[in-house]
């Protein structure tokens, strides 16, 4: 084998960061307009499409006047410990603050039973803080405050904390949410990114039947990579590797992913270099291209977990009616409004059965093309046809 071989350079599954992160100009300026115009937002995106990589690199490229902290949340199991974390991650901000430090304080006095704020968290006694009252104390300081810069907190997997804990301490948090970005005594100072990989319009709906709690928030879409962005994310992907790819071949790789985001893109060029340089030839061909297509759909784990989040987050009946919906699309390429009609019939789902179309849209599963619907990618469908081998319609 040639000891001089050169992976390409990303990053599957994991948060890219420093050289691995592939910058998208264009969503991370859209995020800061909207802060700037004194929006919250929320990142609306498929998974796998880099929100937690466009997160973090957001929270360490700070312009001026802003201090900004990403905290991904997905372990928290109460109301009261969301709000320990919120006004945890405020004062972290805040003493990163010259000005701030000198009203230090003050913002430690408001809890008397807090002991310590330092690196490792907040120390209390045993008598657990009303954090919700402290927060908004502590809001309600850092809005009079004209010395305090700006705050944004960035919140990874934010849908998937409301869908964990209590039904009760989930509206709680909505509701209070809602109140801080709404509210003029609460709102100037103090601004939230919200991101996950679970729909949090679905997620909203099922807790409260409605998703207007999330109405004033900025949404900001991942749009897919076009053709020509997506040749330029090749090229810089492979740069300095041992297997590159003319013009030629990249366009007949792309023809085999259709949608264009990285995550997916970096699929088929790893399983190519593998290939390849188990051959010790990088010189490839388009039936490489096939054939490292099929073996990264026979490798069910880079796809089982889009399955398995449908089967997490829904009750069992409403699972049954997705799953065959998809089975459908991935047999026979699409399915129409009437063909999902008369599966809603059969699964008596007709008063809300777009809702589930919707949810599947924006959860990145399918889309939408002259009133019919198919998989938003090929290695989706077929791993939903390779998953599900025999169909009756």
């Given at each position: 084998m040639n000891t001089n071989w050169k992976d390409p350079s990303?990053?599957?599954?994991?948060?890219?960061?420093?050289?691995?992160?592939?910058?998208?100009?264009?969503?991370?300026?859209?995020?800061?307009?909207?802060?700037?115009?004194?929006?919250?937002?929320?990142?609306?995106?498929?998974?796998?499409?880099?929100?937690?990589?466009?997160?973090?690199?957001i929270a360490k490229q700070p312009t001026e006047n802003y201090k900004l902290i990403f905290q991904d949340i997905e372990g928290i199991n109460s109301a009261n410990e969301f709000f320990e974390r919120i006004y945890t991650l405020l004062l972290t901000c805040l003493n990163k603050m010259e000005k701030a430090k000198e009203l230090g304080g003050d913002f430690v006095a408001l809890l008397k039973s807090i002991n310590k704020i330092g690196a490792g968290g907040i120390e209390r006694q045993l008598k657990t803080p009303d954090f919700l009252k402290a927060t908004n104390t502590l809001l309600a300081k850092i809005n009079e405050n004209k010395d305090i810069e700006n705050i944004i907190l960035l919140l990874d997997e934010f849908p998937?904390?409301?869908?964990?804990?209590?039904?009760?301490?989930?509206?709680?948090?909505?509701?209070?949410?809602?109140?801080?970005?709404?509210q003029p005594e609460m709102n100037k100072?103090?601004?939230?990114?919200?991101?996950?990989?679970?729909?949090?319009?679905?997620?909203?709906?099922?807790?409260?039947?409605?998703?207007?709690?999330l109405n004033d928030l900025a949404k900001i879409n991942f749009e897919p990579l076009s053709e020509n962005e997506a040749h330029k994310y090749i090229d810089w992907a492979t740069q300095g590797a041992t297997v590159t790819y003319n013009a030629e071949l990249k366009k007949y790789l792309l023809s085999k992913i259709q949608y264009f985001v990285p995550y997916f893109i970096n699929l088929l060029l790893h399983e190519i270099n593998i290939q390849a340089k188990k051959a010790n030839n990088p010189n490839i061909t388009t039936q490489n291209i096939d054939t490292a297509f099929d073996t990264v759909v026979k490798n069910s784990d880079y796809f089982k977990d889009w399955k398995r989040r449908l089967q997490d987050y829904m009750p069992k009946?409403?699972?049954?009616f997705v799953n065959e919906i998809l089975i459908h699309i991935a047999h026979n390429e699409h399915i129409t409004l009437q063909e999902i009609y008369d599966k809603a019939v059969k699964h008596e789902k007709t008063a809300d059965y777009m809702e589930f179309i919707d949810d599947l849209e924006n959860d990145g599963y399918i889309t939408e093309t002259k009133n019919k619907y198919c998989f938003i990618s090929p290695f989706l469908s077929a791993f939903w046809k390779r998953n599900n081998k025999i169909h009756n319609t």
């Open positions: 990303f990053i599957i599954g994991n948060v890219a960061t420093g050289s691995n992160f592939y910058l998208r100009n264009d969503i991370v300026e859209d995020v800061w307009s909207q802060l700037k115009k004194g929006n919250s937002v929320l990142l609306a995106a498929p998974r796998r499409v880099g929100k937690t990589s466009v997160m973090q690199y998937i904390v409301l869908f964990n804990i209590d039904k009760k301490d989930a509206i709680s948090i909505l509701e209070n949410l809602r109140r801080w970005r709404q100072k103090v601004k939230f990114v919200f991101a996950g990989s679970v729909g949090i319009h679905y997620v909203v709906d099922k807790i409260k039947k409605r998703s207007s709690d009946e409403n699972f049954a």
